[in-house]
């Protein structure tokens, strides 16, 4: 089970990326979505479960996406979810689908069916929808008819998709809207996504909940429903950090991964993506080091002893069943991991064989000049 498993990667987890306040150049860094891709390859060919690579659009727009998914090909690896952006514009200041404007909302709209478009060259199943929208003050506009405007353009992007195609709406608590956010929350996602149809799912971001948030309560409750689309895994301490996933509570990832092997979510139907930027780590070494990460968590998940579970559940034992969960959670396993690998004919420390690979010090030798990608690019 543990070699089946597939790991999605971003683009823009490759270019350069920062805090509010300043953005961190590094050596090496992908000046396009070719290179970014060529990068992502090396997180798949040490780690060998990391196969597909999202975009994100307008930052990984090209001529010819027929031509980047050929380079993917060439690379080993394939394009993954489209992700749209509807929130650096100027005209999306007061929103974007949710504008109070018409014209905004129809160039929000556009954007959103141009990358079904974009699915439909590059042989992507998935779309990703992420919205900023929201409102600042009590009064500033009309929350209800901001619902409405939202789910007029769902609908429309719902229509545009194709046989096997499917989009994840992803929720925010708050930021960048500090009053009220349209998709502030699972709830809301689920509504929309639930009298939409079997086609709308919902992305669990692990960092975009409040505090003590039980995470794996909503992962149960989606799964149980059949609306549970995929992962934005990353990790944060405060507010949406996008650190590595596992590196604030790296319980919290193994009880999340606990309840989607017990609620049939450990297949193809829910996508496990990372959504992260690498701001002070070095950018391949970061993704290796995350979808390790979702590895361990996996593993020990996969560990629980699910009979001896069931039957503390069923006798009230709660240090009994409490005992079985921790157990497996105590457990190393990265020997049973690195054996894996082996088995795989990989290096059983991808951190090591990608520092060996002399990589890194290609690319800093090579991507000498122009732009480099980063926000925005």
Not at 33 to 42: G, H, N, R
Request: charged share 25%.
């Amino acid at each position: 089970m543990l070699r089946a498993q597939h790991i999605e990667t971003p683009s823009w987890a490759y270019g350069n990326s920062g805090t509010r306040f300043k953005v961190f150049a590094q050596r090496g860094v992908p000046r396009d979505p070719y290179e970014k891709l060529a990068d992502a390859a090396q997180v798949h060919r040490f780690t060998g479960v990391a196969p597909t690579v999202a975009l994100h659009i307008p930052w990984d727009r090209v001529d010819s996406y027929g031509d980047l998914s050929a380079y993917a090909e060439d690379q080993g690896v394939r394009i993954g979810a489209i992700n749209s952006n509807v929130f650096q514009d100027d005209d999306y200041m007061l929103g974007s689908v949710t504008h109070p404007s018409p014209e905004v909302r129809r160039k929000a709209l556009g954007h959103l069916l141009e990358c079904v478009d974009i699915m439909d060259a590059t042989g992507s199943d998935t779309l990703k929808l992420w919205f900023s929208d929201g409102t600042n003050y009590p009064g500033q506009d009309d929350i209800r008819a901001r619902q409405d405007r939202l789910f007029d353009a769902l609908e429309k992007v719902y229509e545009r998709l194709g046989e096997g195609q499917r989009f994840l709406l992803e929720y925010k608590l708050f930021e960048p809207a500090f009053y009220a956010t349209d998709v502030p929350d699972w709830g809301t996602a689920y509504a929309h996504c639930a009298k939409l149809g079997d086609k709308a799912q919902v992305v669990v971001d692990t960092g975009h909940h409040a505090p003590g948030t039980n995470i794996e309560f909503i992962v149960a409750f989606l799964l149980r429903e059949g609306k549970l689309g995929g992962f934005d895994f990353n990790s944060r301490f405060y507010a949406d950090d996008d650190l590595m996933v596992g590196a604030a509570d790296p319980f919290q990832l193994f009880r999340i991964m606990s309840e989607v092997i017990a609620g049939g979510g450990y297949g193809p139907h829910v996508a496990f993506m990372l959504d992260q930027c690498h701001n002070i780590e070095p950018k391949i070494p970061g993704q290796i080091r995350s979808v390790m990460n979702v590895q361990e968590a996996t593993a020990k998940a996969l560990l629980i002893d699910r009979a001896a579970l069931a039957t503390a559940q069923r006798e009230g034992d709660v240090l009994g069943a409490n005992a079985v969960f921790m157990d497996a959670y105590n457990t190393d396993v990265r020997p049973l991991l690195a054996a894996t690998r082996e088995e795989m004919g990989l290096d059983p420390d991808p951190m090591a064989a990608y520092a060996r690979s002399g990589y890194f010090e290609k690319i800093c030798a090579d991507r000498v000049g122009g732009a480099q990608a980063g926000w925005g690019a």
